[in-house]
């Protein structure tokens, strides 16, 4: 455990200046930022950019799971890893990085994949984001984080479609978790289209959902409060969809189970 | 009746219920989700909620890639 931060240095204070201005941030937020700890599952396309882009706002500790390594076919959209780390394991070359990068973050790895008999259970943080690349992993994420009332930031992305949803206690009690949207038999069209990805539309889901996260930690107001975001590359369409609870839904509707 | 299928306005039976109108697109029910006038629609009532003219549907494939 670290000691929380009470007081921006100068050289902080000059680092941070651009968010400081904003009126969702100022000095205190910044602080929140530097005391805050973020879960981010997955260090792939969307992860590394998340984990890039919440390190260089201040976030003081991220913790990073994933149990791949990194495969040549991931570098033109994974701009933290280059050819020499081809093989390596991404949370380590990751971290590594951010390190180098951010001396204010802290950075935690586990080399496992999320929803493995040892990996049921989230780290405590103030939000989780699910960066991962299958459903079996976004539902065991979908139920840890509402069995444990963490807030959840999840996006995805293939081919040209994506989406991207906030999901609280909160939310879920009135418009449902990512298991309403898509129930845990919910399997990916397995056409060929759906499996290339550009960079480009990976960098742009990547800094939505950070942005995101970052709002939430400020304490500001939600964008996407009892939404999901669909993005239609093809077309550049934006869509916020209005989610609704289901009322049997296999994960939500069952009673709270508190964790100790 | 004319319903807003994806965008595109299409005629399909009257008094038909999301499931069907999904069988009769043949659109495999688990991998998409549903947006009936800008609300998803929980799976679990598609075979219960019936479309109505001018409905405007939207159909999203499930991706999980990250
Ligand atoms: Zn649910």
Known sequence: MTKPITALTSRQFMRYSRQIMLPHCGEAGQLTLLNAHAVIVGVGGLGQHVAQLLAAAGVGRLTLIDHDTVALDNLPRQTLYRDSHVGQAKVLVAARKLRQRYSDCNVDTVIEPFGAPTQQQLPRADVVLDCSDNFACRHALSEASYQQQLPLVSAAIAAEQAWLAMFTANDIAQFGCLHCVFPADTQTSQSCASNGVMGSAVATVASLQADVALRYLLGATSQLAGQMLHIDFGALQFTKLQRSRDPLCENCASPLRKCS | ?66
């Open chain 2, 1 to 66: 009746m004319k319903l807003i299928i994806n965008g595109q306005p299409q005629e399909v039976a009257t008094d038909i219920t999301l499931q069907v109108l999904l069988e009769s697109q043949r659109i495999a029910p688990n991998s998409i989700a549903l947006v009936r006038n800008g609300v998803i629609t929980p799976r679990s009532s598609w075979h219960t909620t019936q479309c109505l003219p001018n409905d405007h549907i939207d159909i999203f494939s499930a991706v999980a890639g990250g």
